[in-house]
């Protein structure tokens, strides 16, 4: 129950027999917890002074007495924290005499090998809640975990002013109630885009640290291994780096969440008539459109051909561009109206991959 506080078992319980009894002493604790010395009970006893939870409750200190649990924990909850903060302003000095140590980028010595499930869970939660900046990242298979489960670290560090971009292959939809977990971190500030495809997944780490997970070799139950390398500050990571911003200029925008109730007033659009349009627009076909809408692709099909009849486009293209145009979906641009003029660049990549989704 107080373990967080940093204190031990016996020192909890010691507390607990505390609270329903004012006056303890170590005779009295060994009579409740029999398991315990004399010499170990009065020794509990006597640590939980200097944490603030006891008082010696006479003058010869035999018996001891709490104190009351709104002021005692409040002050340890504090302390902690306090050095929670303290532990993290020392971190650049840390990491500083961490490189230090380093040998140069020319050895191997800049890639960590995590193989165990556990390690591999706790070192992606530790690199994310290191990240001051920004965290980057190319989405596809394989997982470690259930796709759909949202990252909790991810919420907490967008709520705390980290930045995340994150590019998403084509085949993420290919995931039962994928969708709505990507909607959830755009709703919370993720910037994502979509590509055809990706070459490996990646995650970087503002510019100290990025991951790659890898398959390792088949057991003897026939299940493959799995590991993830961690690469630090080296040529490597540079290089990674680098190739995650070249995809990022080359991917569409995935345009987020419509603002608003169940339908936008300047559009006439229903919200699921909005998502059709966001998911046209970032160039999905209509199979992972439907699975995205939970739908038929003949029913999507159907639905595109409605939604241009009723803004008066000609193609899929102009669809998406009227109303989902790089996430301006709840802008609402006027039924019937044209295209703008002045197609930027971006909307070239959006063109392109809306007229492949078509065929």
């Known amino acids: 129950m107080l373990e967080g506080l940093g204190l031990r078992p016996q020192q909890e319980q010691a507390y607990l027999h505390l609270l329903d009894n004012p006056r303890l002493s170590a005779a009295g604790l060994v009579a409740r917890r029999p398991e315990w010395t004399s010499a170990q009970a009065e020794a509990v006893l006597r640590s939980l002074v200097p944490l603030g939870l006891a008082v010696p409750n006479d003058q010869t200190g035999d018996t001891y007495a709490a104190i009351a649990p709104d002021v005692a924990l409040a002050a340890l909850v504090r302390a902690r924290v306090d050095a929670a903060r303290s532990a993290e302003r020392a971190v650049p000095e840390l990491m500083a005499l961490f490189w230090q140590g380093r040998p ?25 809640r290191a990240a001051q900046r920004e965290v ?25 002013g980290v930045s995340y971009r994150v590019i998403y292959a084509d085949e993420v939809l290919e995931q039962p109630g994928r969708w709505r977990d990507l909607e959830a971190g755009i709703a919370a500030g993720e910037q994502a885009r979509v590509a055809h495809r990706l070459p490996v997944k990646l995650t970087l780490f503002d510019d100290f640290a990025a991951t790659l997970p890898v398959k390792g070799q088949m057991d003897g139950a026939g299940e493959r291994s799995r590991a993830v390398i961690v690469v630090h500050r080296s040529p490597l990571l540079d290089a990674l780096s680098a190739l995650f911003e070249v995809y990022w200029d080359q991917a569409a925008p995935l345009p987020g969440e419509p603002d608003g109730g169940a339908t936008s007033t300047s559009t006439g659009l229903y919200a699921d008539d909005a998502r059709l349009v966001r998911l046209l627009a970032a160039g999905f076909g209509n199979e992972t459109i439907g699975r995205a809408l939970g739908v038929s692709s003949s029913t999507v099909q159907r639905r595109v051909h409605e939604l241009m009849e009723r803004l008066g486009a000609k193609t899929r293209f102009q669809a998406g561009l009227i109303l989902g145009r790089l996430g301006s979906v709840s802008k609402g641009t006027p039924a019937g109206s044209e295209p703008a003029a002045g197609v930027s660049a971006a909307d070239d990549r959006l063109a392109g991959r809306t007229r492949r989704a078509a065929h």
């Open 104 to 128: 140069e980028p020319e050895s191997l010595h800049f890639i960590d090998v995590v193989t165990d499930e556990h390690s591999i869970t706790e070192r992606w939660y530790q690199l994310q």
């Open 136 to 160: 980057r990242g190319f989405d596809c298979p394989p997982y470690f975990a259930d796709p759909t489960d949202p990252d909790p670290i991810e919420l907490q560090r967008l709520a705390e």
